[in-house]
């Protein structure tokens, strides 16, 4: 099952019968979810972080089953609790829990992030309490040929579902690596690491007061 029929078996799951009701649901707008199944892919980080009851294999990879073990068939929504929530989009790029900020840290002198590459904005909660809606975390590009992670650390990953920013653990084998966030509410999740294509390590936070 390719990504255009994910998303729309998901639409279906959710009793949506107008993409601008189901684009409202995940927070983003009718264009972006257009733009999705024109170019058959979607945010993997946001889907999942609305969809809870929706499996992350399944989410990534289009295999087995499309719900959570003790998941009801068809939940529905209260189309009522809506709020018109527009995503969050820089230099016309959206991605999931976070945004890449293209600047060099060099401009804004920040010392002790000296080892620092990038900025990153962090959006949404899956990764709270560590990580804030709206901090912004401090990255060292790393390269991924002959990629070492440090296991329990927080790395920024660019995979082919779209981008994450997660804890690393040990998968279940040398070909895999296990996503966890800090917020309880999310399940952990396998990635294989072929599908990695950036990688990031999380090295400090600047909190928004």
């Known amino acids: 099952m390719d990504k255009f029929q994910r998303i729309n078996s998901i639409k279906k799951h959710y009793a949506f019968n107008r993409d601008t009701d189901f684009a409202k649901f995940l927070g983003i707008s009718p264009q972006v979810l257009y733009n999705w199944k024109a170019r058959n892919t979607f945010d993997t980080e946001l889907v999942y972080e609305k969809c809870y009851d929706i499996n992350p294999e399944w989410l990534l990879t289009g295999k087995g089953n499309m719900l959570k073990i003790g ?27 976070f945004k890449f900020m293209e600047y060099e840290n060099e401009r804004f002198l920040i010392p002790t992030f000296k080892e620092s590459d990038t900025l990153v904005q962090v959006k949404g909660d899956a990764m709270y309490p560590k990580y804030n809606n709206g901090d912004i975390v401090a990255c060292k590009k790393l ?4 990629l070492f992670f440090q296991w329990d650390k927080v790395y920024v990953l660019d995979t082919s579902q779209g981008s994450l ?21 999310f399940e952990a999740f396998e990635l294989n690491i072929s599908n990695i294509f950036g990688v990031s390590l999380v090295v400090g936070v600047i909190r928004l007061v």
């Not at 998941?71 to 829990?97: E, L, P, Q, V």
């Not at 920013?165 to 509410?185: A, Q, T």
Request: proline share 0%.
């Open 71 to 97: 998941s009801n068939a068809n939940r529905g929504i209260d189309k009522s609790t809506f709020i018109d929530n527009a995503a969050h989009i820089f230099d016309g790029f959206s991605i999931g829990d």
């Open 143 to 146: 390269t991924v040929d002959g």
């Open 165 to 185: 920013i997660k804890r690393i653990k040990k998968g279940k084998d040398s070909e895999h690596i296990l996503l966890v966030s800090e917020n309880d509410n």
